[in-house]
């Protein structure tokens, strides 16, 4: 995850981003109906079971929209929830509650379905030395977010951005024109600007491997697609030299056999981008 300052700044522009995207010009419907002077009040229903996040942000925008609106926090973020459960209630102006409604629910629905999916890989792990990473398999726009629910959910963030370290890949590889020629390259570009990046390169098979290890740049070497049997083989091969992730198809099936290989870190672009929203509503009373 970025800095704290760097993540405060990545919160504040999804927030003004996404009021400006829903609200346009103006909340009509309610400006039409209710008057500008209405008070009352509403609280957040659970309608599902699972762990809930994005409270703390629900409150950064029910903030942004109106400073004046009261919230009140009834259930933290990363506890279980189930059907009946009251994770909020807000009061203030009809209006401004309203105008933040989507925005909140939105965000939080998503949130939370990504930190019930962490949690749940986090379990399976459980016992192991392995840590589960995100990616940036994110949607566009939103990555603080669905980086900010996975940490609620007890996994581990990767890189934030392409700036957070170095990761060389098959593409980079490929177009370097091979493993020592791009790690090579790499090296000589963080000395010329004055960067201190860890450096990941992905391997192929065994071979490029231990061409990694013989160039003995890398911080850590992320296996890719390999099988079961490869991995193990991997992990020897690569001992106490440097970190090892592993990544590729590796679902809620298989994860524990890759992560009792010895493996470092799993990887998996799944805790973002394949989950099902969890069933929230915002209700007045």
């Known amino acids: 995850?970025?800095?704290?300052?760097?993540?405060?700044?990545?919160?504040?522009?999804?927030?003004?981003?996404?009021?400006?995207?829903?609200?346009?010009?103006g909340d009509h419907s309610s400006m039409a109906c209710i008057p500008t002077k209405a008070?009352?009040?509403?609280?957040?229903?659970?309608?599902?079971?699972?762990?809930?996040?994005?409270?703390?942000?629900?409150?950064?925008?029910?903030?942004?929209?109106?400073?004046?609106?009261?919230?009140?926090?009834?259930?933290?973020?990363?506890?279980?929830?189930?059907?009946?459960?009251?994770?909020?209630?807000?009061?203030?102006?009809?209006q401004s509650i309203l105008k933040a409604e989507r925005v909140v629910l939105n965000a939080m629905q998503r949130m939370s379905a990504i930190a019930t999916k962490t949690e749940k890989f986090v379990g399976i792990l459980e016992g192991t030395k392995t840590k589960i990473l995100d990616t940036r398999k994110t949607t566009p726009g939103i990555r603080a977010l669905e980086k900010?629910?996975?940490?609620?959910?007890?996994?581990?963030?990767?890189?934030?951005?392409?700036?957070?370290?170095?990761?060389?890949?098959?593409?980079?590889?490929?177009?370097?024109?091979?493993?020592?020629n791009a790690l090579e390259q790499t090296v000589a570009y963080l000395k010329s600007n004055k960067l201190d990046l860890k450096i990941i390169v992905e391997a192929r098979d065994l071979d490029e491997i231990q061409e990694i290890l013989n160039h003995g740049g890398a911080q850590r070497i992320?296996?890719?697609?390999?099988?079961?049997?490869?991995t193990k083989m991997a992990v020897k091969l690569i001992g106490h030299h440097c970190e090892i992730e592993s990544s590729g198809g590796i679902n809620e099936e298989t994860l524990r056999h890759y992560a009792e290989c010895g493996v470092d870190y799993i990887s998996s672009g799944a805790l973002t981008h394949s989950v099902h929203n969890l069933d929230l509503s915002l209700k007045a009373f």
Not at 8 to 22: C, F, G, S, T
Not at 65 to 90: C, Q, R, S, T
């Open 39 to 94: 008070f009352g009040k509403a609280r957040l229903l659970v309608k599902d079971k699972g762990v809930l996040a994005g409270v703390k942000f629900a409150e950064k925008v029910f903030s942004y929209v109106d400073p004046k609106l009261h919230f009140v926090v009834k259930i933290k973020d990363g506890a279980h929830v189930k059907y009946g459960n009251i994770a909020f209630e807000v009061m203030g102006s009809k």
């Open 222 to 230: 992320l296996i890719d697609n390999f099988g079961i049997h490869e």
């Open 148 to 180: 900010w629910a996975v940490s609620i959910g007890g996994g581990t963030n990767h890189r934030f951005a392409l700036d957070d370290m170095i990761m060389l890949k098959d593409n980079h590889i490929d177009f370097a024109g091979s493993i020592t």
């Open 1 to 25: 995850m970025k800095n704290p300052a760097t993540f405060k700044n990545e919160i504040e522009n999804i927030i003004a981003n996404a009021i400006r995207e829903d609200v346009g010009s």
